[in-house]
Structures are given as structure tokens and as C-alpha cells.
């Protein structure tokens, strides 16, 4: 067990040193400064985010925020994979390991998002860059969170409710898919203990307990009823 920690320590910090600067890249930060040269956190909510985008400076912005924030963390959780799966060909450690650098990258891309290095360490609520996590991590687990995000918006026509439920979703499926790759043996990186299935679902779990915390005034207003419905300004800056 040592050996594993020796040989995977120095590639853990190296993966989410870089995911963490990566991440704190805040496109929300950015395009707002672009297209009306103000910043975000002054503006609407206050939070560095693609929703405040959108109802502040507009659908424009809000579509580069969108791609920007998701591609950064489909870049980090990437390179976590790359540099895992170099140390475990190394090292000749099972195949399954490599998903613990995408696991550990996109954590890093996510606390980078929510503390920008950049930006005085004040950013957003990290929903888009664990979104993309979750795409790197197993498509279907992506799906899942998507499609409940999208149903739930749908209905209710808010984006807050929307991105905690979708949060919330993240360690039941990453439970069910990966109990079911372990049971029937058809995981892509090989047969993997069911210890593995525990500590993935616990990882998913902290991202979820992390993203619906960041959600606490949201949470508030939506108890008090003054949470705010889907609104797009129409016209950009």
C-alpha cells in the first residue's frame, strides 16, 4: 500500500496543481469584463456564474461562460487521466487507478473555479465544471445529472433547484453504474474491488455536499419563495 502512495503522490499534486490553475480561469469573470466591462460578483446575485451571466450581461456571454467553464474542466480532468494513466503503465498498478487522477483533478478544477487564484479567490458555485467532471468520469453518470437538470427546469423554470438536484444525483448514479460495472465485471479499466465502488460513491458524495452548500442562499430563497425564475437580458453590452 505504501508503494502505491509513494508512486502516486507526486503525480496527485502535480494533476491538481494544474487542474486547480486551470479552474481558476473564471470565464464568467472574463466574458462579463468583455462584453461590459464590469465585473460579475458587482452585478445581479453577485456570484461568478454562468446564470448570473445570463440574466446580467446576456445570452451572449452567458454561452461563452457556458463552454468556457465546462471545457476547462474536460481539459483538467483529462490531464489527471493522462498523468494517472502514465504512473499506473509505470508502475503496473490496475488499470481502475487512472480514474482516481480524473477524480482528483476535476476536484482540484472545482475548488478552483469556486477560488479563482486569479480572482481573489471569489468565484462561482462550480455546477458547470463538475458537469464536465462527470462526462470525463462515465458518460452515463452524465446523462443522469443532465437529464435531471434539464426535466427539473423545465417544471419549475429555475436554474438553482435545477443544479442541486442534478448535484444531488451524482452519488446515487455513480453508485448504481459502478456497483453494476463491478457485479457484471464490463468496466472499461478492468474488474475493480468493491471498495473502489464505496470510495468513488464518497468522492461523489463531497462533490455533492460542496455544490448544494454553495447553493445556501439559493436554498434560503427558495424556503422563502423569493427565488428568482429563469430570466435572460436581452439586450448584451
Known sequence: MWKVFEALAMPALAAML???LIGSMSFSIIFTKKFSNADIRSMGSGNAGMTNVLRSVGAKAAVFTTICDFAKCVVASLIGK???QHTCTANNFPPYYIQYGVFLA?????V?????IYFGFHGGKGILS???LMLVLDWRIFVVAISVFIVTLIITKIISISSILAAA???FSTFIFFYYDYCNRISAYGPYSMLYVWITTAIALLFSVILIWRHKANIKRLRNGTEKRITVKHKDA
Open 82 to 84: 493522462a498523468i494517472f
Open 106 to 110: 476535476g476536484f482540484a478544477c472545482v
Open 18 to 20: 494544474i487542474a486547480y
Open 112 to 116: 478552483g473555479h469556486i477560488y479563482p
Open 130 to 132: 463538475t458537469s464536465a
Open 169 to 171: 444525483s451524482f452519488p
